[in-house]
């Protein structure tokens, strides 16, 4: 027999491009299923939650579920809030209250973790209630799953910003000699690496890509620059925001940092000020870095079709999923076929995703450690939706020279 | 009688998302003009000039004709050179060599300072040849023009980044409570005004935006910031590089600068990293920043289509120009009609526009010194083309509490 009752849909963790595509899945998905009544958003999560915060997605009027698939960042609101033994009395009373049978959680590893919890908790006490947890990181690194919706948006940002940040770098090389690109990713590399879809022809930017997966050498780094710019073109690199050392600490943490958030995880800051710096120092080459920041997970106009796609389907699945019965379980994409690209979703157990974190395997890195593999490449670019827009190329034939030097 | 010559065009300066419209402008008006043979561009503006490196425009497929208008950077290469006085003679006798007659030079205020150099060193030493000069700054600080080409581009990725970044602090501010977003200007505010182009209805970021036309007080914008945080919905903040003090001392200036470039300008950096730890020692508030440095001038997904359409204008029209005889002039942008917005090509003397600079005038600062004018958005919105994307706006209808806490 079905259970009847109404769905919550929560987003947790750092927003991305596509998670309210992932959002506009699950509405329009429980609107297909009778035993579901009422579809309500936790606003900023299990934050608001505990305190009730609850709005009814029913009253939605279309054009704005139609909007939501291409409009970036998290419409509920969204926490880093990791829950206390005491919170999940609480937790469960609103959820009871509110006769809530299916639990939608939107989020990475930690969200993993917390949508498995609530869920013990409730079986513990005896409510009926199925969770699913619907996949979104843009760092990629959640396990189980092919890859993670948000992840082909920050990659098709990035190999734009790469591309275009490169030609202003080739341009202008005798000036500003050395351009750092600082991207993303607390301890994985996967939103460095996709910096490389840049690349069109043999010599294109990024010349060099370091990922925190390697511990990070300061001299083989400006030996590496070196040998570009060497070339009399400039150098573009692409480093990570989390590179660490050969001891494993983070090469800098932010100087004032205001505590950790409730997860542990201290903010980090300033790689691309500090290699400017160096390459300064030591080599007396101008560099100059950029640093998309949050810029690069939200940008609207950087969406990945593919990505948005997906983002929909994992929503859609996990309603499915649970009104078959499902719970426990988080939605995965398993990548079906290459050559046409396809994904089909699949589920994996919260309790294995949760806090389990998937660094850039090893050969997706070259053997020098200062950039990716083919492999990659072949792994990374169906995710970003298409090829990138058409530049000129010129020839530039050269004129001969009429006049002595 | 008409002057019979070949062509030659440069670029100079900051690359910007349509500095090769202009490029594709030039290329396509010269080969209307019987009188004008070879089509030459200088490979990196005047310093490529001088080791007599040049390519055959003429040499170049359709393709890539028509595919540099949405080519962003420079594709001839650029340069920040100040000729010296022992140059002149070394160009002419390059520019004489290859029969140039007509000389269109790209650049903002410093390569207009260039060009006029060049025009009178060669009317003085009787040599015939008509310099026009091209606007181009993503800066927007050229005087005698309504606006620079590459501005509505710059002004368009940052109302787009400063609206997705919005979004992202919007969701997440009980975790990254304030948000700065730095923009790129030396000395005028032009590009972080533009962020308020973001706003769609009040309340929308950036909440602050801080201009360096105006001092910039600290212990005003801590007061600014805390109270918008008090609002409860997060706090972004748009501010320029190029901030100063009441002192006209830039706020930061990079540590390890290697030295300055040839007009003198110093290396900039450093400011919204320097106020995220203000905020966080002063007020214990959580806070980041992004700052998209060069990416935000070439980003080809944010081209504006006005901005693309008006580069080539510009282009075209100095070669147009100097046919008829014009020379010692650069092609300036007047606005002959706000709604529908229209603007048609003008000319300003080259000595004129030469190293002066235009700052934000005070009409569009607001009174606080914190934020623009309505005039300012009056006059800016036509230049990034056309609207911002529709996103989704969630009625949020909030969900009566069962639960007492």
Redesign the interface.
């Known amino acids: 027999m079905a259970l009847r009752g109404s769905l919550l849909v929560g987003?947790s963790g750092?927003?991305t491009a596509v998670i309210?595509a992932s959002l506009a899945g699950v509405i329009e998905e429980a609107r297909k299923h009778s035993e579901i009544g009422e579809v309500?958003?936790a606003?900023?999560g299990v934050?608001g939650l505990l305190?009730?915060?609850?709005?009814?997605?029913g009253?939605?009027?279309e054009?704005?579920?139609?909007?939501?698939p291409?409009?970036?960042?998290?419409?509920?609101?969204?926490?880093?809030r990791k829950l206390t033994d005491g919170d999940y009395a609480?937790l469960l009373?609103?959820l009871k209250?509110?006769d809530v049978r299916y639990l939608c959680y939107i989020g990475g590893n930690d969200s993993a973790d917390t949508t498995h919890r609530i869920g013990r908790f409730a079986a513990e006490a005896g409510w009926e209630m199925r969770v699913v947890g619907i996949p979104k990181t843009v760092d990629n690194d959640l396990g189980y799953t092919d890859h993670c919706p948000g992840y082909g948006s920050v990659a098709r940002f990035n190999a734009?910003?790469a591309r275009?940040?490169g030609?202003?770098?080739?341009?202008?090389h005798?000036?500003?000699t050395v351009?750092i690109?600082e991207t993303m990713g607390r301890n994985s590399g996967w939103i460095t690496a996709a910096t490389a879809l840049a690349r069109q022809e043999p010599g294109d930017a990024p010349h060099l890509i370091y990922l925190p997966e390697r511990p990070f050498d300061v001299d083989r780094f400006l030996g590496d620059v070196k040998g570009e710019v060497e070339k009399g073109r400039g150098c573009v690199v692409a480093v990570c925001e989390g590179l660490k050392d050969a001891e494993g600490n983070v090469l800098v943490s932010?100087?004032?940092?205001?505590?950790t958030?409730s997860f542990g995880h201290k903010?980090l800051?300033?790689v691309g000020?500090h290699l400017?710096?160096l390459i300064?120092?030591r080599l007396?080459?101008?560099a100059?870095?950029?640093?998309?920041?949050?810029?690069q997970?939200?940008?609207?106009?950087?969406q990945s079709e593919v990505d948005v796609a997906e983002a929909k389907m994992v929503g859609a699945a996990a309603v499915a999923r649970a009104c078959e019965g499902v719970s426990d379980q988080m939605i995965t994409l398993e990548r079906v076929s290459q050559s046409p690209y396809r994904c089909e979703t699949g589920l994996a157990a919260l309790a294995e995703v949760a806090n389990a974190e998937r660094p850039v395997p090893d050969e997706f890195i070259s053997e020098e450690g200062n950039d990716v593999t083919a492999a990659f490449l072949e792994y990374a670019r169906p995710l970003i939706g298409g090829p990138l827009?058409?530049?000129?190329?010129?020839?530039?034939?050269?004129?001969p020279?009429?006049?002595g030097?």
């Open positions: 987003q750092g927003p309210n309500y958003g606003v900023r934050e305190e009730e915060e609850m709005v009814n997605l009253a939605e009027g054009e704005a579920i139609s909007l939501l291409n409009t970036p960042s998290a419409a509920l609101g969204s926490c880093r609480r009373a609103v209250a509110h734009m910003a275009d940040a030609l202003d770098t080739l341009a202008l005798t000036v500003d351009k690109i932010f100087k004032y940092a205001v505590g958030d903010q800051g300033g000020d400017v710096s300064a120092e007396g080459i101008k100059r870095f950029d640093k998309a920041g949050t810029i997970r939200v940008f609207g106009l950087a827009p058409g530049y000129a190329r010129l020839r530039m034939k050269r004129v020279k009429l006049v030097s």
